[in-house]
């Protein structure tokens, strides 16, 4: 499975997201809306943010790696799950 993300370098959310948007977390200190969410995705759906737990086994695109192929996101990921609340 392959996911694509806006950006994986953001330690803070972007000020006006798309519904949809999604960005990978990689920042040791994120911060506002993704405070404590180091190493997982977040994705803007229904005017607020929902935190993603990668899985094992998948591949990450970025527009940050412009002509790249898709590389694995992180040792582990896999695709997308939501966090239970």
Do not use: H
């Not at 996911?3 to 330690?11: E, P, Q, Y």
């Not at 935190?51 to 940050?64: D, E, N, Q, W, Y």
């Amino acid at each position: 499975m392959q996911l694509a993300v806006l950006d994986k370098d953001r330690a803070a959310p972007p000020a006006s997201p798309a519904e949809g948007d999604r960005y990978l977390i990689v920042s040791g200190n994120p911060s506002g809306a993704w405070t404590g969410w180091s190493g997982r995705i977040a994705r803007f759906q229904d005017g607020g943010w929902l935190s993603l737990k990668p899985l094992a086994a998948g591949r990450l695109m970025s527009p940050t790696r412009p002509n790249s192929t898709p590389s694995p996101a992180r040792p582990g990921c896999r695709s997308a799950r939501p966090s239970p609340p």
